[in-house]
């Protein structure tokens, strides 16, 4: 869902009349960003919640400890959530003249 937000995002901030290099290597950026942060976050999640089912079958009382680590997990795609619609919102009025297109 954080990409579908980024690219709500770039989305509305594309203009076609005055779109440069520079605003659309800074939105590539940003949807890096946040993809590769939520990929990160997602591997996270799945192995520390195999370990933590795995452990909680042995001790149930490991549940709380889990439960706090998937939290933490999660808040990698949350950082490059914030970190994506930083680069994409400080795209817009920079990088005139920076890069010059093909044409």
């Known amino acids: 869902i954080y990409g ?3 690219a709500v995002i770039i989305n509305g901030k594309m203009d076609a009349a005055n ?31 195999d370990a933590g089912v ?10 709380v400890g889990m439960i706090l680590i998937l939290i933490f997990a999660e808040a990698l ?12 919102s400080t795209a817009e009025g920079k990088g005139k003249g920076l890069c010059s ?3």
Request: glycine fraction near 16%.
């Open 101 to 103: 297109p093909y044409a």
């Open 19 to 49: 779109y440069s290099a520079y605003s659309g290597y800074a939105h590539l950026g940003a949807g890096l960003t946040v993809g590769m942060s939520s990929l990160a976050a997602g591997l996270a999640i799945g192995i520390v919640g």
């Open 54 to 63: 795995r452990a909680n079958a042995q001790q149930p009382r490991l549940f």
């Open 77 to 88: 795609g949350l950082y490059g959530l914030i970190v994506g619609l930083v680069v994409a």
């Open 4 to 6: 579908l937000i980024t």
